[in-house]
């Protein structure tokens, strides 16, 4: 065989190799509502580039979330199991990870679909928000990095955008335990100024050893929690390049841009595929970082800017796809972590998303509004343009999804929740695979989806609610964020019965009086929970209050600690706006 025939087979198989695995582009918004995109029926806010993907592809009226938060719902993306499986579920108020210097976060003993094309000769890249952790022991063992779950680079933040990355105005990290901890200060602080003062005008008869122990007791409390909560700009919004901080704390303004250039760039040095590209975007969650180019120009005020921002960045890494020429070889997908934030407010203003019809939102584990999301699909010549399913889908399903495009091998040793949706998107089946669902607020089962098979039939059946505040407000106000449990919540024995098919918005519960097949539904759900917990087992709880917490020696600095401040970034990412 001559010299050209063998480099003409060189090629043909380089060229086979990289065409036979479609490159895939994921992006996740961050608290996008449903009823935020044009294509679900917002006549409002412009969201062209996100229309105009449904129009090209399927997009999934009943695409579902498996937790009502970030943190969670992330975790089952990426493994496709439940949270509660991977022990990111929470049976406490801290339903996410809280602190970059905690311990908790996404067990490195689970595998993710990252990792599993990683193996299959995809180069991985996570552009964005991660939220699933940093370190286990020490401030520089990743155990729980991007890095080490199959990622090849990351660059964004290892935490996610929260009000003190901004200001310290309008705290938004766990932001009624920082109001009790100022309280106890001042009342603290108070008691030894009345002590001091009574000690020096004679009205009281208390040794001054006392009066400075309590002192001391107090300034070791104020300490103890300050130290953390006073300098979240400085310990939790970071930006990261692979292992190394890159900015600490981050220009917010130039996160837009930063990000963007990123994700366009890893386009462009892996045209030649196959590669796996996940934009996590840190829109649209609040403060709600938007540029200039965009401010003021939506009728939603800041959250709509930001909305509008988020679609202008989507078409920019899809006009990126076209560029390079893989839009024909891209399997593209579009979604959001969990419904809108209804309680994000700012006196009269609204900086959450909508949730359509649905009611509830962010952090509500069972109504619809906290878990169904956006879901776009779009591979030219695979998958059919301008379709519609209505079956029950999960974000869950991506796992098994890309594994299956990938050709490569998932878990043998664990329970996949997952379903490969390949199918059902292509036509070639007319019903989802996912039989029941089960909605879960932190480690409490609130809810589970009944969708009978070979029937249009779809039932819901609520275990549990929370209480609004106030009353009928259809979200929690006043704490800011609903409950799971406790006095916050209503406990529904027989369960509150849904018919989805004919009752999407969950309005009017059926009854065994208006409904001759409630007791049979109720039967059969009640079952379907058990066999489902049969297939649970213990493991480490990775946000319980241990790993939760801040831990000095774990937080990431790119200085000597405590001063850990840096700005390595400087002027090399130039505006692309």
Known sequence: MSWLAILLVSCLR????????????????????????????????????????????VKLTQHIAAAPLCTPSRAAFLT??????????????????YWTGGSGGLPPNETTFARILQQQGYTTALIGKWHQGMNCESHSDHCHHPLNHGFDYFYGMPFTLVNECQS?????????????????SQIIALTVLTLLIGKLTGLFLVK????????????LFFISWFSSYGFVKYWNCILLRNHDISEQPMKLEKATSNILKEAVSFIERNKHGPFLLFVSFLHVHTPLITTEKFLGKSRHGLYGDNVEEMDWMVGRILDAIDKEGLKNNTFTYFTSDHGGHLEAQKQNTQLGGWNGIYKGGKGMGGWEGGIRVPGIFRWPGVLPADTVINEPTSLMDIYPTVAHLAAGIMPQDRV????????????????????????????????VRWHQKDSAALWK???????????????????????????DVTHHDPPLLFDLSSDPAEIKPVSPATEPLFDIVISRIERAVQEHRQTLTPVPQQLSGYNNVWKPWLQPCCGTFPFCWCDKEG??????L
């Not at 002027?571 to 692309?576: F, G, L, M, R, V």
Request: aromatic residues 10%; hydrophobic residues 35%; glycine residues 10%.
């Open 14 to 57: 380089t060229y086979a190799s990289s065409t036979s695995k479609p490159n895939i582009l994921l992006m996740m918004a961050d608290d996008l509502g449903l009823g935020d995109v044009g294509c679900y029926g917002n006549d409002t806010l412009r969201t062209p580039n996100i229309d105009q993907l449904a129009k090209e592809g």
């Open 416 to 447: 996949i929740d997952g379903r490969n949706l390949m199918p059902l998107l292509q036509g070639k089946v007319q019903h989802s695979e996912h039989e029941f669902m089960f909605h879960y607020c932190g480690l409490y089962l609130h809810a």
């Open 571 to 576: 002027d090399s990412h130039q505006e692309i």
């Open 80 to 97: 496709g199991r439940y949270p509660i499986r991977s022990g990111m579920g929470s049976s406490t108020k801290q339903r996410i990870l």
């Open 461 to 487: 059946a609520h275990y549990t609610t929370p209480i609004f505040q106030p009353e009928g407000a259809g979200a929690c106000y006043r704490s800011g964020l609903c409950s799971c449990f406790g006095e």
């Open 208 to 219: 001054w050893k006392a009066i400075i122990c309590f002192a001391l007791c107090g300034f």
């Open 168 to 184: 310290t105005e309008n705290r938004q990290l766990n932001a009624l335990v920082q109001a009790k901890y100022w309280l106890y």
